[in-house]
């Protein structure tokens, strides 16, 4: 019974997992760009809900009204003003400055908010929990897992039948033909960033409800992310709900042999598929 | 056609630098010489990464799993085969590089900005590893017992200077070596790669081959790297040994503001983190978010770096390893 309910348990992280991955995995497909510092925005996220939970009084979930918009404009701008002149063919520029945001943010949080450990609280909403036969489930994890169905579903719908979406699926195809069609791929770009940082504060805001998290919790974060967009496969955005479901239910059988083992059984997975099935689970572009 | 390397001014330069260094344990107190010794470790770090990342086109952020690896070689030689201190040394760097050997096969199934993560998840690996490993102290580390340290040589002040010249040493050994590398076959083939990987793979450079060597001979020299850092250190964790911010952030940043892909950069980049250190360290997390700034900034501006904005004009040269078209055939 333990058993099931570690691997239970692992599912519904998993929907955490696939919205970490989702921004990374969109920036990508779009831009062939990888953020260092993707997992350092999630934790800044997480931060700026404290913030407004501590000073406004909002409920946590609530402080997404004002952290979402808030983390796409600066997406938007961030990429029009300063990501915009490192993507290229060289990847090297855009790897270096991202891993200085990550370094710079991770200090500037740690200088703002000390090295302490926080978490946030939901109210009933963190001890509530549904029974089904013995097993209990969370209401948290599960709204999780239905927030990362719902936006993974919303970006599939979007890229599908708006016209922006299409535009950006053409970008992803070849960024150089686009601009021949008379698109702006600058707007482009920004707009993709605009859309994976909103994804970054869902992300974020749900990680301060179910996790403890400090201004060094970013790299994990964009390791797990990482892992579940290449156990997915490079631009499947279902594909990192199920990368993202691997990696949970690894950790939580992992956990659940020896609690030192959570993190490393979920890399370990990983490093297997990525040896037995290096493109991953359901690819639908390459690398 | 061979490069002119017989400028004695050069090679003045090159012996007065080295006789001054070389003397170091006569003329420098303590601290000095600890500090003299971090910088040679930290510049050969930085010279190994540039040379991944600047000449081969491989950009890891999981270096610190090889400084780790070496360390803890060094560790279990000693303490548990009963190994002399000297002989420990050199075999952690090559007990790495055979760990790096399966390690690359795993990293090298991904390319570019992913292959970068890809080595970190690998050195998060081995950090996770070792910590559950009793014997080496698990998550809490260990320490060099005093019988090993004192079988190194007779006194503290003999031993100390026996670590600077071994730390002198291999800071020279990589950087001569990458110098002689570079103005190999072996170095026009990296370049080659590095520029554009499939015009090289067609006329004929065996490009995974190569990056495939310089991976894990990169790797080896690190873990003998690592070995001398917790030789120094005498004490290690996981923790300290795997840490991305030691052996990947500072390497890193250290390399960008000197200047990528070329030899006298991370020379420049080196000098100017130690003296920063020195007057900034009080700020604590602010001179991280300095270091950051300043090295995104030279990113963002001059990707050549430092060494990029004082050579621009002159076409001076410390390290001369580009090939020129000669004048007068």
Sequence with gaps: MEWINAIVQGILLGGLYALFAAGLSLMFGVMRFVNLAHGDFIVAGAFGALLLFERLGLHPLLTLVIVLPVMAVFGYVGQRLVLNRVVGRDILPSILVTFGFSVILQNLMLEQFSADSQRLSAGALDTASFAIGTLSIGAVPLLMFGAAVAVLGGLNWFFGHTNTGRLL???????????????????????????????????????????????????????????????????????????GIILGVAQGIGAQIDPGLQILAGHIVFLIILVVRPQGLFPKQKG | MPVSNTDAARIGFFLAVLIGLATGPYWADRGTMRLLIEAFYFLALAQLWNLLAGYSGLISVGQQAFVGLGGYMLFTLTMFAGMPVVVALPLAGVLTGLLAWPTAMVAFRLSGPHFAIGTWVIAEVYRLSFAQISALGGGSGISLPTDIVRGMADGRAARESMTYWIALAIMLAVI???????????????????????????????????????????????????????????????????????????????????????????????????VLREFLADLGSWYMVILGVISVGIMLLEPRGLWGMVNRKRRFTLFPITRQVDQNP
């Design chain 1, 169 to 243: 699926r053409a970008t992803s195809d070849d960024g150089e033909i686009i601009g021949l069609m008379g698109a702006d791929r600058r707007h482009l770009f920004a707009v993709a960033t605009a859309i994976a940082s909103a994804v970054v504060a869902i992300a974020g805001v749900l990680m301060a409800v179910k996790t403890n998290f400090d201004p060094s919790a970013g790299p994990i974060r964009l390791l797990f992310a990482f892992e579940a967009v290449i156990i997915g496969g490079l631009g499947s955005l279902w594909g990192t709900l199920v990368g």
């Design chain 2, 176 to 274: 001569f070596g990458i110098w002689v590398l570079m103005r190999s076959r072996v170095g026009l083939g990296l370049g080659a790669v590095r520029d554009n990987e499939e015009a090289a793979t067609s006329v004929g450079v065996r490009t995974v081959r190569l990056k495939f060597g310089v991976f894990v001979g990169v790797a080896a020299m690190t873990g003998m790297i690592g070995a001398l850092i917790f030789l120094q250190k005498l004490r290690i964790t996981p923790e300290a040994a795997f840490s991305v911010n030691d052996w990947s952030v500072l390497v890193i940043f250290i390399v960008v503001i000197g200047g990528i892909g070329s030899l006298e950069g991370p020379i420049l980049g080196c000098i100017l983190f130690f």
